[in-house]
């Protein structure tokens, strides 16, 4: 008896590959134990953020130029943005939010959600500073509203603008899915309770059935 075909797919049937949220990619395996998978990326994900508000609050105390002072810490605010909206995001979380323009010059945003094994600690880390980061901005928003200084708080409203653009796009792509899952699914079963009930209490009569005549 030939055995050499038990090794081979069976004609016919098609093999569906494992879900990604139940299997560890390949070459990844030696990282199912690491607390952290993307140490640079969580680095990089906390140092521009972080930096823009140490060099906000220390500013003053190494240069008396507020030119100099608002160039600097909106460089790192502008390297924060564009840092955790393509790369962060996308790594430790697997969630990305975008913008197009189609052919009719209409603006398009897409939240885009990936169920991939994510790290707990990097995730943990990664809303923690998208989250604490505009709090603080916002804190120094109300100090300089109530010191009056106006050429300061125009530089908080860039960070609060670059950090809260961040935070609601990844918010969205992490529960507006989910949102939009539950009202399709409740539109769809509050269409068939209405449904059933309606032929419940108004049943459609049984179409005529023809038998068979014998006439060819």
Not at 23 to 45: M, Q, R
Not at 159 to 182: D, F, V
């Amino acid at each position: 008896m030939n055995n050499s075909g038990m090794n081979s797919a069976t004609p016919g049937v098609r093999q569906v590959p494992l879900l990604d949220d139940d299997t560890i990619a390949f070459g990844e395996e030696d990282n199912a134990g690491k607390k952290f998978v993307h140490p640079y990326i969580v680095f990089f994900h906390l140092v521009f953020r972080v930096s823009a508000i140490v060099v906000y609050i220390l500013c003053g105390w190494f240069s008396d130029s507020f030119i100099a002072s608002f160039v600097m810490v909106v460089l790192l605010l502008s390297a924060d943005f564009w840092t955790v909206k393509n790369i962060t995001g996308r790594l430790l979380v697997g969630l990305r939010w975008w913008n197009y323009v189609d052919d009719d010059g209409k603006s398009h945003w897409v939240y885009e959600s990936k169920q991939n094994r994510v790290s707990a600690n990097e995730s943990r880390l990664f809303w923690m500073g998208l989250v604490l980061c505009p709090i603080i901005w916002a804190i120094f928003f109300i100090f300089c509203v109530f010191g009056l200084s106006f050429k300061w708080m125009l530089l908080v409203l860039i960070a609060l603008t670059l950090n809260g653009a961040n935070l609601h796009g990844y918010i969205k792509c992490k529960y507006g899915a989910k949102e939009n899952l539950k009202s399709a699914t409740a539109d769809f079963v509050r269409k068939q309770i209405f449904q059933n009930a309606s032929n419940f209490m108004f049943p459609q009569p049984a179409p005529p059935t023809t038998g068979n005549t014998g006439v060819i």
